[in-house]
């Protein structure tokens, strides 16, 4: 054999030695035995056809319960939402769903924190994306997703089965728990535990966490949603959406699922964000049902019914998924359903104060409290301020009026901040401090 054919012979050999190496390494040791996106991805492999799906991010897997709204459709429900799904992970998931099942009705939510991602020409952290491209069967179709993610310096480590974000781990612990898992087929099951978690099937997880009513708060104030930001890309790929719904003929729905008023009022242009929703989706001939502005008398969440500002839990979800399909089995106008916008939402509402945002100085000395509120005047509202500590609780403030508070030296605990509306307690909020 000539020098010219030993060499790239060679390197091909090389090439294909250090992949199967790669695939070896990567089954042994990827922390993914407690991913629900795995199981979910296996179950979309395993329906013997899907009705109705469910498309988007973390808001779509504690969003429906697929075994309610089989009950009440008389169809097979499924969600397909992972931890911050990107639109083209969407895509990816819906090319692989429609080469196995007839699908009639695709939900598609709208999460303003995916809508607003960066741009595959800005894009460096992947790893949203590589728990689904891992998924997924079809090679053209992975191969299609991974190559609009990004720009090419990064193909390398996209197509490499180890890499940056690959979920690779070397800790013991994970490792030990990987191995027993492999080795006693538990794996194999597509079981998953998590002490947070209850995994209902079919995609949807059960969060187990509840919030207190009243209890809402934060450290940092949340940015305004940047519609600005809104890619090409996002738009670019809903379009593939719309064009893959209608060359098979499914019905695709745009909806947004609801977070907290705490969370939307902290943004503070929640209306700029349904208006882009609304034309968007206008333009290409589609409604847009913004559960964000339902009113109260068909669907009113608690703040228990949520496990953070923006994510169902278990009793959220079950309320949220019959009021879901309640209205689209009803004969609900759309007029009688929504508000025409956020601001006009909550213009209606009872005064209220949704929680509070604490304001640290550099060294922890002052704090400073922000009431997150629909229309209320900020002379209405008193605080109690209570530093504690493993010694217990010491009084900074009692029904005063005034949202700066000077905190004590060299101590460390929690603040709890009591707020009154005309007297009234509104909310009961926590957080750490350790101040110089």
């Not at 002490?195 to 949807?204: I, L, Q």
């Not at 209405?380 to 009692?398: F, K, M, N, P, Q």
Request: hydrophobic share 35%.
């Amino acid at each position: 054999m000539s020098n010219k054919m030993r060499i790239p012979l060679k390197i091909a050999v090389f090439c294909a030695v250090f992949y199967v190496l790669c695939v070896c390494v990567a089954f042994l040791f990827r922390n993914d035995q407690g991913s629900y996106a795995r199981v979910l991805m296996h179950e979309l492999y395993e329906q013997d056809n899907i009705d109705i799906m469910y498309c988007g991010s973390s808001h779509v897997s504690h969003g429906i319960v697929p075994e309610v709204a089989d009950k009440m459709t008389g169809k097979n429900n499924f969600s397909t939402g992972t931890a911050a799904q990107s639109i083209q992970g969407t895509y990816a998931i819906l090319q692989q769903a429609v080469k196995l099942h007839k699908i009639e009705k695709v939900f598609l939510e709208m999460e303003f924190a995916i809508t607003t991602q960066a741009p595959k020409e800005k894009r460096t952290g992947f790893k949203a994306d590589y728990l689904v491209a891992k998924y997924i069967k079809d090679p053209k179709i992975r191969f299609e997703f991974l190559t609009s993610i990004s720009t090419p310096k990064y193909y390398l480590n996209h197509f490499l089965p180890i890499g940056k974000d690959k979920y690779m781990t070397l800790n013991p612990a994970n490792l030990s728990y990987r191995f027993k898992s492999i080795l006693s087929g538990d794996y194999f099951r597509y079981t998953y535990e998590d002490s947070d978690d209850e995994y209902a099937g079919k995609g949807c997880l059960l969060d187990v966490r509840t919030v207190k009513n009243g209890s809402f708060s934060e450290t940092i104030t949340e940015s305004p949603i940047a519609i600005s930001a809104i890619s090409k890309d996002y738009q670019d790929t809903v379009d593939k959406i719309i064009g893959l719904c209608k060359a098979h003929d499914i019905e695709l729905i745009f909806y947004s699922m609801p977070c907290t008023d705490f969370y939307l009022n902290e943004k503070g242009n929640y209306d700029d964000y349904y208006s882009f929703c609304k034309a968007f989706t206008a333009a290409r001939g589609y409604d847009f049902y913004d559960f964000n502005l339902a009113k109260e008398t068909y669907m009113d969440f608690e703040d228990e019914d949520f496990r953070d500002d923006n994510h169902f839990n278990r009793q959220g979800v079950y309320k949220w998924t019959r009021a879901f399909w309640n209205y689209f089995l009803g004969d609900i106008s759309k007029e009688d359903m929504f508000y025409t916008s956020y601001a006009e939402k909550m213009a209606s509402q009872p005064d209220r104060i949704f929680g509070l945002i604490y304001h640290f100085s550099d060294d922890k000395r002052c704090l400073e409290i922000q009431p997150v509120v629909n229309h209320v005047a900020q002379n209405r509202i008193t605080y109690d301020v209570y530093a504690v500590t493993g010694s217990g609780e010491t009084v900074l403030a009692e029904k005063s009026h005034e949202t700066t508070v000077k905190l004590p030296s060299g101590m460390s605990g929690h603040i709890r901040v009591i707020s009154y509306l005309d007297g009234v307690q509104q909310n009961d909020c926590t957080e750490k401090f350790a101040s110089f």
